[in-house]
């Protein structure tokens, strides 16, 4: 069982940067480092959508729409994902989820069995 809160969304101006964090809780005999983490986002009327993980390994992948422009991280010893986002977009508007990977592919929200209750994220002048 692991229970994810998000917080660090806001108001933000194009070009802009914000960063999220996702505290997790993990039950008695698992720990944090050994899930993969990811990050999903979801538009106004628009399907959910992949963002980025990171594995237990350290590796991390990011959609295309999001490359360069964001950066996932973890901290173990707070149990805590982030999400730093720079150089922000309109289109990057969105309540974002960070989600516990399962199994499956990294990109499809299926794969991901424990989910936050999301942070909204507003790029606007």
């Known amino acids: 069982q692991v229970q994810l809160v998000e917080s660090g969304g806001g108001l933000v101006q194009p070009g802009g940067s914000l960063r999220l964090s996702c505290a997790a809780s993990?039950?008695?005999?698992?720990?944090?480092?050994?899930?993969?983490m990811g990050w999903f986002r979801q538009a106004p009327e628009k399907e959910r959508e992949f963002v980025a993980i990171?594995?237990?390994?350290?590796?991390?992948y990011y959609s295309d729409s999001v490359k360069g422009r964001f950066t996932i991280s973890t901290d173990n010893a707070k149990n805590t994902v982030y999400l730093q986002m720079n150089s922000l977009k309109p289109e990057d508007t969105a309540v974002y989820y960070c989600?516990?990977?399962?199994?499956?592919?990294?990109?499809?929200?299926?794969?991901?069995?424990?989910w936050g209750q999301g942070t909204q994220v507003t790029v606007s002048s």
């Open positions: 993990v039950a008695s005999g698992r720990t944090f480092s050994s899930y993969a």
């Open positions: 989600a516990a990977y399962y199994s499956g592919n990294y990109y499809d929200r299926t794969s991901y069995n424990y």
């Open positions: 990171i594995r237990s390994s350290g590796s991390t």
